[in-house]
């Protein structure tokens, strides 16, 4: 069986890496020059709890059991995962503690374990830089972070390594329908792609690939969320990821602990009134908002010579604030997997297991072939960051490029950023968000530069053509002096 995925985010992603285990011949269509840059890209990356999405949607089933999943992806994909718990935090008025309560409801509701309601001396105990206005909180024990794009891209690896085939920077334009099945698709290439199922995970175009086909799905609108990174030094103020009481917009503005050391302040919620999905742009009073909520759960963590960076994603919405995940009533070899909003990083591991047991084997009937043996797939790279000086030097015997730091911030060899091209990276944000290289305090000041020139070395390409990220945004327009 001849199965394309359209869509490289996180959902396309562990759709890829769980159909790989099976008798099937693999294709992943990304219209983006890089896989995990939509909606994967920008957000919490909070692995969530649970507790939050209204009993007896998928948001709720697929939520707490992607949480459990995780665990079992981390070993066998290399990708990051801390288990540091979470905390929705309320004063002490009747108003506040009616909607903890009802919190705490709607988690056992959904059958989660490890929440509990907790009072000032553990918060104190706990987090001691939170305000001291906040009383009682709602404690989560397994809330997690992660890193989604890393995500992403480790399962792609392990799904081209058991025989997908990847492809990116090529949309699809078009396709041949008869007798009611999707035979073929048209990419933007001129290539032609034969199928006997497609998986539409296009994320924010995930309505327009299902409409170009004659797909109906939920109106879908857009809405951004405004962020603000600060530096490592801000960790030192916050152990956990704490929350606001949620309102009917979302989980509210968070403070939230990364993977890497630094702090994440976010996000805004705002509704877009047009379909712009390539407006990530910022603004004062966005920033400010995300700025001065940070300040209130903890204060003084947003301090001006803290902040690195702002930036804002997007996730599609509907007036169902749940899930769309089915099978065509039109077409009978067509599966839409959209309006993938909060908490999709967590569900994803499950929204592909959903998709495969509930919809292609139960609804579909479709005999995907004997599944591969579970094997252990550790795919972590190597960082100097993460590693002990013993280990740095048994490296740097091996091959002397990993005692070239190139990202000092980071401190990301040029070892590092050469087995990131060989994986796939072709551009300074691909080699961005594979190895941390431009992440850090200078965003690049310092290193872009030195990342560019081994890009063209490696690439084989003159500095003139090495770009961010999409076609068109290139670093060089020509040469000073030789």
Known sequence: MKITIIGGGIVGALLAYELSRYAVDLVVIEKKHDFGLGVTKANSAIVHGGY????????????????????????????????????????????????????????????????????????????????????????????????????????????????????????????EVSKGNVRSLELESGRIIETDLVINAAGLYYHEVANSFGVSTPQVYLRKGQYVLLDHKASTMVNSVIFPLPSEKGKGKLVVPTVDGGVLLGPTSENMPDFTPEDVSTTLEGIKEVIEAGNELIPNIARPNWIVKSFAGLRPETQEKDFFIENSNTLKNFVTVGAIRSPGLTAAPAIARYVIEEILEQRMSLDLGRQKADQVRTLKSFRVNESDLKEIAARVKDDEKYGRIICQCNQVSEAEIIEAIRKGARSIDGIKFRTRAGFGRCQGGFCTWKIAKILSRELNIPLSEVRVNEEGTVLFDGKVRV
């Open 52 to 175: 939050d999405d209204p009993p007896g949607s998928l948001r709720a089933e697929l939520c707490y059991r992607g949480n459990q999943l995780y665990e079992k992806l981390a070993e066998s994909l290399g990708i990051p995962l801390k288990r540091i718990g979470s905390f929705v935090v309320a004063r002490d008025t009747p108003e506040e503690m009616e909607k903890l309560s009802e919190l705490l409801k709607r988690g056992e509701k959904n059958g989660v374990d490890g929440i509990e309601i907790v009072e000032k001396p553990f918060l104190e105990k706990h987090e001691p830089h939170l305000s001291k206005e906040y009383k009682y909180a709602l404690h989560c024990t397994h809330t997690g972070i992660t890193e989604p794009w890393t995500v992403a891209l480790a399962a792609l690896e392990a799904a081209e390594k058991a025989g997908a085939e990847l492809l990116r920077g090529d949309g699809v334009i078009g396709g």
